[in-house]
């Protein structure tokens, strides 16, 4: 296997920078059919990849041998470290300005109570991010990279990577109640 110098598809960054440039007009032009796209398109991709990581990937590659959950691994975890901070940060922002823009930043309580859920799963969802899910993925991706990975490393690192997935896909399940929640007002 032709290793890169690189742990993530650098093509991919460039496709990265375009939606970003995008968000970034769309805030800037204050459009709000294109902040709902990008609300609900990114927010829909992130909380299926959550679910399917969680619920469907997780199992799955328990049941794996060891050599091909690396396969697995190999595959999947430099693109997820593109696609997932892009969709976090597009679904965030564009959602932080509709928040804003239908006023719901300042709804009276206990309606507020609402907000106040959604910040706190985000937030939560956040730290799970920052905190566990990218360090494994970048543990694996490096200990991946050398001439004889270290398996009972890599495995408890994904155990736990894909069990905390399963983590945000019901924090995820939480958020799409408030979101309708909050679309029926």
């Known amino acids: 296997?032709?290793?890169?110098?690189?742990?993530?598809?650098?093509?991919?960054?460039?496709?990265?920078?375009?939606?970003?440039v995008a968000l970034i007009v769309v805030i800037a032009a204050n459009y709000r059919w294109g902040l709902m796209f990008a609300h609900v398109a990114s927010g829909g991709l992130w909380t299926g990849i959550d679910l399917f990581m969680g619920f469907v990937i997780g199992p799955?590659?328990?049941?794996?041998?060891p050599p091909a959950r690396i396969a697995l691994v190999r595959r999947l975890m430099p693109k997820t470290m593109i696609i997932m901070p892009t969709l976090v940060l597009v679904t965030l922002a564009s959602g932080w300005q509709l928040a804003d823009q239908y006023g719901f930043l300042l709804v009276p309580y206990p309606n507020h109570w609402w907000i106040i859920a959604s910040f706190a799963i985000v937030g939560m969802m956040s730290i799970i991010a920052n905190a566990v899910l990218s360090?494994?993925?970048?543990?694996?991706?490096?200990?991946?990279?050398?001439?004889?990975?270290?398996?009972?490393?890599?495995?408890?690192?994904?155990?736990?990577?894909?069990?905390?997935?399963?983590?945000?896909g019901v924090l995820?399940?939480?958020?799409?109640?408030?979101?309708?929640?909050?679309?029926t007002w």
């Open 172 to 183: 995820q399940l939480g958020m799409l109640i408030i979101m309708t929640r909050l679309a």
């Open 135 to 168: 360090p494994a993925n970048i543990t694996v991706l490096l200990e991946l990279r050398k001439p004889e990975p270290n398996v009972a490393l890599i495995g408890r690192v994904m155990r736990r990577f894909i069990y905390t997935a399963g983590a945000t």
């Open 1 to 20: 296997m032709s290793e890169s110098r690189f742990i993530v598809p650098v093509q991919g960054l460039w496709i990265v920078a375009g939606i970003l």
């Open 60 to 65: 799955t590659m328990r049941s794996m041998e």
